[in-house]
Nanobody, 113 residues
Framework: QVQLVESGGGLVQPGGSLSLSCAAS??????MGWYRQAPGKQRELVAT???????NYADSVKGRFAISGDVAKNTVVLQMNSLKPEDTAVYYC?????????WGQGTQVTVSS
């Protein structure tokens, strides 16, 4: 079993920055990352990174968000800059162990003036 614990999030003004952290325990993961879900919308990819260092970003966050960390040590950080109101969502940490996906409990990010 894998447990993912998120920290960070909160309320920020447009143009501001926030950092989300996630630590996993239980298994050695092959990939980690972040997804988000806004009210009334489906959960969508934000950014992921593999153990081998391959990074993938959603087009909507490229150039504004940066994912970092050490998947081999089961930790990942999402630095979010130039935040927009449309980035408001619950952000979920994601981890993959072989073909099984695991999720954190989610943390709210609200971008509003």
């Amino acid at each position: 079993q894998v447990q993912l614990v998120e920290s960070g999030g909160g309320l920020v003004q447009p143009g501001g920055s926030l950092s989300l952290s996630c630590a996993a325990s239980g298994r050695s993961l092959s990939a980690m990352g972040w997804y988000r879900q806004a009210p009334g919308k489906q959960r969508e990819l934000v950014a992921t990174v593999t153990r081998g260092g391959v990074i993938n970003y959603a087009d909507s966050v490229k150039g504004r968000f940066a994912i970092s960390g050490d998947v081999a040590k089961n930790t990942v950080v999402l630095q979010m800059n130039s935040l927009k109101p449309e980035d408001t969502a619950v952000y979920y940490c994601y981890g993959r162990y072989y073909a099984v996906d695991y999720w954190g409990q989610g943390t709210q990010v609200t971008v509003s003036s």
